[in-house]
């Protein structure tokens, strides 16, 4: 398996532009994660998926942000309008069911940079 | 509330050092705590979970429920053990994880 894959790599864009950010998760498992780091707050969950329905998006930072999970093979994070602060890195992650033996797959991360 | 912290945002050493990585934690019920690192520019991996009582790399971790802790430690560290390690508690119920703050190791030659 290839893993968690995450696209693009990397995104520069200009502040007030949309930014879409992609992810695979590893076929089979039943959750995905999105997190955001930083330097200042390092890493932060925004929002996961059990069986593509969200779970918690208490951790979604405003408006701007949505994501979604059409199947169970793709999910995207959506920032729009983007703002300079939104620079980070993205993460997502994905696991199997429940419980300590089921860790989280992180993907290599999108670095967005908001000009 | 459920917390994670890591009370050092670097931790510096020479190699052959014994290191220690500092985590403590808040949760009401029975704790599952991980331990995950990131090398430079790479995706985020598990090193070690409590409940498998394992050593990876030479990383042992014991939870200490007294102290509600679960250091990470080496007694030699080498110059490819420098990278980010973040300290994460299992939220109860669906398969949360929250992070700690992450502390950085940097091990010198």
């Known amino acids: 398996d290839a893993g968690v894959i995450q696209s693009p790599r990397h995104e520069v864009t200009e502040m007030g532009q949309e930014v879409t950010l992609r992810c695979k998760p590893i076929?089979?498992?039943?959750?995905l994660f999105w997190y955001r780091q930083t330097m200042m707050r390092g890493l932060e969950l925004l929002i996961y998926?059990?069986?593509?329905?969200?779970?918690?998006d208490s951790g979604m930072p405003e408006d701007r942000f949505s994501a979604k999970m059409p199947n169970a093979s793709f999910s995207t994070l959506k920032i729009q309008p983007s703002e300079p602060r939104d620079s980070a890195v993205y993460f997502c992650?994905?696991?199997?069911?429940?419980?300590?033996?089921?860790?989280?797959?992180f993907g290599d991360g999108t670095r967005l940079s908001i000009l | 509330a459920q917390r994670v912290t890591q009370p050092e945002k670097l931790l510096s050493v020479f190699k052959g050092a014994p290191v220690e990585l500092k985590c403590n934690y808040s949760?009401?019920?029975?704790?599952?705590l991980f331990w995950y690192v990131q090398y430079s520019r790479q995706r985020l991996q598990l090193l070690l979970r409590?409940?498998s009582r394992e050593s990876i790399k030479g990383f042992t971790a014991d939870l200490n429920k007294g102290e509600t802790s679960f250091h990470l430690k080496k007694p030699f560290a080498q110059e490819e053990d420098s990278a980010m390690y973040y300290c994460?508690?299992?939220?109860?119920?669906?398969?949360?994880?929250?992070f700690g703050a992450g502390t950085r190791l940097a091990v010198h030659p």
């Open positions: 076929s089979g498992h039943d959750y």
């Open positions: 949760y009401s019920g029975s704790p599952e």
């Open positions: 409590h409940i």
């Open positions: 994460a508690l299992l939220s109860g119920g669906y398969n949360k994880l929250i």
């Open positions: 992650a994905s696991s199997l069911s429940l419980g300590n033996n089921q860790p989280q797959h």
């Open positions: 998926f059990n069986n593509n329905v969200p779970i918690d």
